[in-house]
């Protein structure tokens, strides 16, 4: 291990391990086989390639997205790592060139499609490599029961059979026992060390608020990642296409990601988020598979998704990078219809139905006043002792409580009735608040007992009331020609006073950062972006703008150039020379000779500027 240790320091520049790292390298080095399951940005990657380098012989990583391949490929390459792919997406000088390398066994490496190392010729040419590991990432493709089935990924069950005596190191973010024991099965793990981290993410904050006004909500929370990549989620094309130029009109670097859209078109838009080009996509859920930027720092979802595994997946893609990121979930009545109607369009369906029960889960999760931490974790059936944790709209009192709730949801349910279960939400509120309208006139509502009864709630308090009935269930929503509220059994006990109900009433903003004057805070744990101050900030924006230059040049994503964090540890200590820079966590050997002078030199330009300053002003 502390030949290990020393490697992972020396070429990745890290001191310090993730939970379970260090247990799945032990297991693997000693030959066993290893089952590891970490969420996203855990740093699985890492487990596996550290041990390769310090293994002798071939490490042979299966992974389903060639994207993805190419970006772990190029990343390695840059730690000075013998790496190379083999896929059908590459060209042919590019591919023989890794079968001459791997056939004179000069690779620490090897990345593969499935369907490539299933084949027959293959295997023979690997054999005759003697790899000592395969890796399989993305393991739960081989599972019905996952998300991601691939039909390819069935036959690395062979791999067993082949190479009897080489371990398998099988990892996945998918949390489920069904998907785990069927990866176990399929593979023909040998006594696997099973590793399974927490699936909380401590550095993501969680705000689950009910939309009301989209646009004022959505540009409100990118207020707080000026100049920061965010990924914007929504229903449907039209929304996306839609948001995107309403983004764009008041200024915003935002561009629009969905199927419908020429493919030139999307693979631009990616592009250009990947290069850190933009920073604002506006994307439906074909948005993500392959998208590894580390330093996402919102996901916004302008729409409730449909499931609560949906939408773990989808908001694990901001802060990979470890730093603060934040996930906004904007949840609505008309989500949950437009879901349901869905699901009821394609045959008969019942509550228990579970594409139904997914969905009034997820509605649930969004609409409920418990930490969401909590909330997600316990989802997963893993056990939260936590009583606060810091970092959710609830802990953070952000979510205040209606008062007189109870009373409140008496008079909707009542008025839902006095209206003859007939009519929709907005017609409803506007009864519930008293108002004038041709329609209220016309039905003769304004004689109702229940007419303005809560004319001294707002509109939004009313709605987001209602909206919280049908998701606590106590109203339904029957589904004609207009969608109407009915009564649904449960709201018997509270209209008799016999169950209390708890509602919310619409959010408080959050408190909005100010940038510090002078770096600081942060605690013992790594400086990040928000701990810089404002002169600390100027440099780490050009040293941003650096990175981006130089991975433009090698045409490589930015972020396979210097993690965020890499740069603001730069800005904050400034390194003059060669050792002081190897000092900086993630710079190894490697980087520092490779990109060293390029960064000595610009921070050698703000050292001057900054003495300049100095003297200028009379300050020594
Ligand atoms: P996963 O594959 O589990 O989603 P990755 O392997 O991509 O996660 O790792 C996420 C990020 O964390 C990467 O930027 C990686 O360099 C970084 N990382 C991994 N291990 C460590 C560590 N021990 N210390 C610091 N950063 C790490
Ligand atoms: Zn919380």
Not at 479 to 488: H, M, N, S, V, W
Request: charged share 25%.
């Amino acid at each position: 291990m502390s030949e290990l240790r020393a490697t992972i320091s020396r070429v990745f520049g890290f001191d310090t391990l993730r939970p379970l790292q260090e247990e799945a390298m032990e297991a693997t080095l000693a030959g066993r086989d290893v089952l590891l399951v970490l969420p996203t940005g855990g740093g699985k990657s890492l487990c596996f390639q550290a041990p390769a380098l310090v293994r002798a012989g071939l490490t042979v990583v299966v992974s389903p997205l060639i994207s993805l391949m190419k970006d772990q490929v190029d990343g390695l390459r840059g730690y000075g790592v013998a790496a190379a792919m083999v896929n059908s997406a590459q060209d042919p000088a590019e591919r023989s060139s890794a079968f001459d390398a791997l056939r004179q066994g000069d690779l620490e490496l090897l990345y593969v499609a499935p369907e490539r190392l299933v084949m027959d010729g293959f295997q023979a040419t690997l054999a005759a490599a003697n790899p000592v590991a395969f890796v399989v990432d993305e393991a739960h493709c081989i599972s019905h029961w996952g998300h991601d089935f691939r039909a390819d990924y069935r036959q690395l069950g062979r791999l067993r059979e082949r190479f009897p005596g080489v371990s398998l190191f099988a990892c996945t973010a998918t949390a489920t026992e069904r998907v785990r024991s069927d990866v176990r099965e399929q593979l023909g793990l040998r006594d696997a060390v099973e590793l399974v981290g927490s699936f909380d993410r401590p550095n993501l904050t969680y705000r689950f608020l009910p939309r009301s006004d989209r646009a004022r909500q959505v540009l409100q929370v990118l207020s707080r990642h000026d100049g920061e990549a965010v990924i914007i989620y929504a229903l449907r094309r039209t929304d996306v296409d839609k948001l995107a130029a309403d983004l764009q009109a008041r200024g915003v670097n935002a561009l629009p990601y969905h199927a419908g859209l020429p493919d030139e078109d999307r693979k631009r838009n990616q592009e250009a988020f990947l290069r850190e080009e933009c920073d604002v996509v506006v994307a439906t859920v074909a948005f993500g598979m392959g998208i590894d930027r580390p330093d996402v720092r919102c996901v916004l979802h302008a729409s409730c998704p449909k499931s609560v595994e949906h939408y773990l997946q989808e908001s694990g893609r901001a802060g990979r990078d470890g730093d603060p990121a934040e996930c906004v979930l904007l949840w609505s009545g008309a989500d949950y219809q437009g879901w349901r109607s869905l699901i009821d369009q394609s045959g008969q369906h019942d509550d228990h139905d579970p594409a139904i029960e997914r969905l009034n889960e997820v509605y649930r999760l969004a609409s409920g006043a418990s930490c969401r931490h909590r909330s997600l974790v316990t989802h997963f059936g893993e056990a939260w002792t936590k009583e606060q944790c810091g970092a959710c709209d609830v802990c953070l009192g952000e979510v205040p409580e209606l008062e007189d709730a109870t009373v409140i949801a008496q008079k909707i349910l009542s008025c839902v009735h006095r209206v003859r279960q007939k009519f929709g939400a907005a017609h409803v509120v506007d009864v519930l608040r008293g108002a004038d309208t041709e329609k209220i006139r016309r039905m003769g509502h304004d004689q109702l007992s229940t007419y303005g009864l809560l004319s001294d709630l707002d509109q939004t308090s009313v709605r987001l009331a209602i909206d919280q009935l049908v998701a606590k269930g106590y109203l339904g929503v029957a589904d004609g020609k207009f969608p109407t509220l009915a009564l649904r059994a449960e709201a018997g006990p509270v209209l008799r006073g016999e169950q209390d109900v708890m509602l919310l009433a619409p959010p408080r903003p959050p408190q909005k950062k100010r940038r510090r004057a002078v770096s600081g805070g942060g605690g013992g744990s790594d400086p990040t972006k928000e701990d810089l101050g404002v002169g600390d900030f100027v440099v780490f924006e050009d040293l941003r703008d650096l990175r981006r230059e130089i991975a433009s040049e090698r045409g490589v994503p930015p972020y396979l150039i210097f993690a965020d964090r890499t740069l603001v540890l730069l800005a904050l200590h400034r390194p003059q020379t060669d050792g002081a820079l190897l000092d900086i966590k993630g710079i190894g050997e490697r980087k520092a000779a490779d990109l060293g002078p390029r960064f000595l030199e610009r921070l050698r330009e703000h050292a001057t500027e900054a003495q300049a300053d100095a003297e200028t002003e009379g300050v020594d």
